[in-house]
């Protein structure tokens, strides 16, 4: 560390120079437009017509100057004077033939002389472009080279990815379906609706020679006789793959038009069997500069089809079943029993084979948008207008589907969302030389949403599903705002305050806006900031900026796994989408107010250390009153928090054509409610209803809320007569995702057009709850109970009722006592959720790639070529054999921390090519 600082203090304070030179060619001709920059910089000048450059340079760096068709050259600037090292002089790059043709000073056949005059230099690197010759009507010859014709961009992309599952459950394979009866541990087959693996050995039974509908092989039966065969329920998961491939053309007019077109195509196949989607983009633009006006046109379409969504959790009751299936039946071997009805191992669980196949849960988006602009610019002024219409397109269908496990009443919908968006803006600048700038922006827009949803029950038989139901209804809400805001701004910079060449810039803004679903007032906010470079030290910055806003909620809350909410994990099998959440009529502005302050160091080290804080009133929550969810502005909130960040380049070696660049992020947040209306002591927002993060004043965000263990005023677990912890009452907090800190590294080295990048995160810290392990032991599958059942004698540490320490021994499984009565099974499917909150902590190499990035000559052109393979998620280092904080449950966002059945984490290798003509 103190080399650093005084690395810092140094190159702080090192001397800076004007440096100027004249770039020519081997003829002495002037090169203008060439690139000169200050070697692993962004600080970056051009040649003028003439050849002349300036550029302020602190002594011991290099300029790297270049031109298209000429060697990059270097020059050192080793004092104070600006006195280089090597030539100033750039190399043009000569073909051999060209070379040898201006040696020849011999020739016999002497060229006649011009019948015209050019207005052109004809020296030989410019006449390397030249592609043709036309004489104009004033008898002069003009030399027509590649930049004045229409030039066409071709780039091809095409990716292909490959998911393979890991961290995966382990099960165990040595117990058969059954519990105890009688005193005696015994198998019970399918026909029994057995839904517990607590049966005997697997050792102890055999395949008989008596063909089942659900065992077509042989019946399991008690006794001696051939192997039983065990199916590991990790095989149900099988790699997912990805195809990507996109077209990228560029037509740049000779005319002055530029014209873009990108369409990209992706296809794939999810990780569980029958998981398909697809999508479609497309955009197409146009530009045309004029002298005062750039004008613009983008056309996008975009289609997204999912074959097998979530829309009804059927990913997780999938993984579930499957998870839960005795070792010994082999769900593949068929879903469909002679009388029609699902061939599972039990009616009261599912085939997840029979879910997957025969589910109508399905999303199709299509989003069309278009844009129109006009920039306008005049000396000190620019204005530029945009108009934007925009509309969607999202279907979404699906339900739990006829014969599934303990749905009563199978369920169909048809949930139809129409979307239109017609926004003008625009934005007026003033800027007086970069010292004083001024702006206006207006922004009109006008939303609507048409929302129609077709829901059906009671089926009589599969082949009703879904065209026929008994009973259905229809949800149908048109929704439509008109919204016109303006933002006036301004900002000056100050210079030389405290030393020379020190600049203060200050910005400062008000919003004012009117909405036809805000009928108080008008609302709006205020904003400002500053940022002092070079404050002190050289290349050191000094920022920091505050604001205050208001802002309407959206029209809709897409987000329905707040519907989960509505369930007990009991109730898992039965969970669906049925309800919705719509914007208030007449809405409350959520508030917030967010002040940052900022330190920056730019080199020889990019450093930048961010302290900021946030608050936000009446911010909406899905509000359960009675069974039905409401969208309502009810929570206050606050987050503090810091964020640092560091880069570096090595200085090159091997010649140039090796180096390195590091880079490194770091955030630490705190965050807590303040305040929640309505009385409300919480406000469950993700999970289930009897394990779910909440809002709870005075805790942070999104704290998980499940059952406990019942303690005394000491914090002892109260064990019950038996033997066993008791269950407190009531539910309480148990875990708080929010990591101490979060850390990412990332290195990349470039080895001439190959590079090499690693990626590493950290998270420190937080809880996760594994409710998917707690329900594995409750139904006997588990590697747990395998291990522990047999034990006995086992002394719960806590008190009793009475308050005396307990010494009551107990069997974790007692065949004398019935299953509902073993270590597990009696807390219920969810167990105790206290047990199952597990520590978030984890180290990951998240990214390894190999790439190419360089061009291969074709004859006398070339191509680009960027080619790249990659592994993400390399390896993990956790807390938790399976579980994962990154994670979510149905892959929403608002459910991090939560794992109930979620799809296993994948290992994906993937390879990239582009090629760009």
């Not at 270049?66 to 020059?75: A, D």
């Not at 382990?170 to 005696?184: I, L």
């Not at 200085?651 to 140039?656: F, G, K, M």
């Not at 904080?885 to 149905?890: D, E, G, I, K, T």
Request: net charge neutral.
């Amino acid at each position: 560390m103190r080399y650093l600082l005084l690395l810092f203090f140094f190159s702080g304070y090192s001397q800076m120079v004007n440096y100027s030179g004249v770039l020519t060619d081997n003829a002495g001709l002037p090169i203008p437009g060439a690139s000169i920059c200050i070697r692993n910089t962004t600080t970056c000048t051009q040649s003028d017509i003439d050849g002349n450059y300036s550029i302020k340079v602190r002594v011991g760096q290099e300029l790297e100057i270049s031109y298209i068709g000429m060697q990059t050259q270097y020059i050192k600037i080793t004092n104070a004077n600006g006195t280089p090292e090597g030539s100033q002089r750039v190399q043009p790059i000569m073909s051999s033939d060209f070379a040898n043709s201006l040696k020849q000073q011999n020739d016999t056949l002497q060229p006649t002389g011009p019948s015209g005059t050019t207005t052109n230099y004809a020296y030989p690197n410019y006449m390397q472009n030249v592609i043709r010759i036309k004489k104009d009507k004033g008898n002069v010859y003009n030399f027509i080279n590649n930049y004045n014709q229409s030039r066409l961009y071709i780039d091809l992309y095409t990716e292909f990815l490959a998911g393979v599952p890991m961290r995966e459950r382990s099960f165990q394979n040595r117990f058969a379906q059954g519990r105890s009866v009688n005193g005696a541990v015994t198998y019970q087959g399918p026909e029994t609706n057995e839904p517990f693996s607590w049966g005997p050995q697997l050792s102890t039974l055999h395949i008989s020679d008596n063909a089942t509908p659900w065992y077509s092989g042989g019946d399991i039966t008690v006794g001696t006789g051939s192997r039983i065969p065990v199916f590991g329920a990790n095989r149900f998961f099988q790699t997912s793959t990805e195809n990507k491939s996109a077209l990228t053309a560029r037509l740049k007019l000779a005319t002055g038009g530029d014209l873009k077109l990108n369409l990209t195509y992706r296809s794939a196949a999810g990780n569980l069997p029958e998981v398909k989607n697809n999508d479609l983009a497309t955009t197409l633009s146009y530009d045309r500069t004029y002298k005062k006006h750039t004008l613009n046109g983008t056309f996008n379409f975009n289609r997204f089809e999912d074959k097998l969504s979530n829309a009804n959790f059927i990913h997780n009751k999938a993984v579930f079943a499957n998870a839960v299936t005795p070792a010994h039946f082999d769900n593949n071997a068929g879903t469909l029993l002679p009388d029609g009805t699902p061939r599972n191992f039990s009616h009261q669980e599912n085939n997840p084979y029979y879910l997957l196949r025969n589910t109508r849960d399905a999303a199709k988006n299509t989003a069309l948008s278009l844009s129109f602009s006009d920039v306008y610019r005049r000396s000190n002024v620019t204005n530029t207008a945009k108009l934007l219409p925009q509309y969607s397109d999202m279907r979404l269908t699906g339900g739990n589907i006829p014969f599934a496990a303990q749905v009563a009443i199978p369920d169909y919908t048809d949930r139809r969302e129409k979307y239109s968006l017609l926004t003008f803006e625009n934005d007026f600048v003033y800027d007086n030389l970069g010292n004083t700038q001024l702006g206006a922006r207006l922004n009109v827009q006008h939303r609507q949403r048409d929302f129609r949803r077709q829901y059906g029950e009671g089926f009589s038989s599969a082949a009703d599903y879904p065209a026929m139901p008994d009973v259905q209804y229809t949800l149908a809400k048109t929704q439509d705002r008109t919204e016109a805001g303006l933002n006036l701004n301004a900002s000056h910079k100050f210079w030389d305050i405290l030393d020379y060449d020190d600049g203060l810039e200050i910005k400062g803004g008000a919003d004012i806006a009117f909405s036809s679903t805000y009928t108080a007032a008008a609302y709006g906010g205020v904003s400002g900031s500053f940022r002092w470079n070079r404050f002190l030290i050289r290349n050191f910055s000094l920022y920091g900026n505050a604001t205050a806003r208001q802002y309407e909620p959206g029209l809709q809350n897409n987000n329905l796994y707040f519907n989960s909410l509505a369930y007990n994990l009991a109730e898992f099998k039965q969970m669906r989408n049925h309800q919705e959440l719509f914007a208030p009529d007449v809405t409350t502005t959520t508030r917030e107010k967010a002040y940052t302050v900022g330190l920056s160091y730019d080199r020889p080290i990019a450093l930048n250390f961010e302290l900021y804080q946030r608050k936000v009133a009446d911010m909406y929550a899905p509000v359960n009153t009675g069974g039905t969810f409401s969208w309502l502005p009810a929570v206050n909130y606050e987050q503090k928090g810091l964020e640092f960040s560091a880069s570096f380049d090595h200085p090159r070696y091997t010649h140039d054509k090796l180096n390195f660049t590091h880079d490194l992020n770091f955030t630490m947040y705190k965050n807590k409610v303040t305040g929640l209306s309505r009385n409300l002591d919480r406000i469950p927002f993700a999970g289930f209803a009897d394990v779910n993060k909440n809002y709870i004043e005075g805790q942070p965000v999104g704290v998980i809320v499940g059952s406990v263990y019942q303690r005394d005023a000491y914090g002892n677990k109260v064990i019950g007569d038996d033997g066993f912890p008791l269950v407190a009452a009531s539910p309480a907090v148990i875990g708080d995702p929010n990591p101490d800190f979060v850390l990412g590294f990332g290195t990349k080295a470039n080895y001439k057009s190959f590079y090499v990048r690693l990626g590493f995160d950290w998270s420190q810290g937080g809880d996760l709850w594994n409710g998917t392990s707690q329900t594995l032991d409750y139904y006997g599958v588990s590697q747990t109970t395998a291990q522990q059942r047999d034990i006995t004698g086992f002394v719960f540490k806590g008190v009793t009722q009475t308050g005396q320490p307990n010494t009551q021994p107990v069997s974790f499984y007692d065949p004398s006592l019935p299953v509902a009565q073993n270590r597990w099974v009696r807390y219920g499917v969810g167990g105790v959720a206290e047990d199952a909150i597990e520590d978030a902590t984890f180290f990951r190499l998240h990214n390894v790639t190999i790439g190419y990035n360089g061009r291969v000559k074709n004859g006398k052109s070339s191509i680009g070529l960027v080619v790249s393979a990659f592994v993400n998620n390399v390896f993990i280092l956790s807390k938790s054999d399976t579980a994962f904080a990154n994670n979510a449950l149905f892959n929403s966002a608002d459910t991090s921390g939560l794992d109930y059945f979620n799809s296993p984490l994948q290992r994906v290798y993937g390879l990239s090519v582009a090629v760009k003509f």
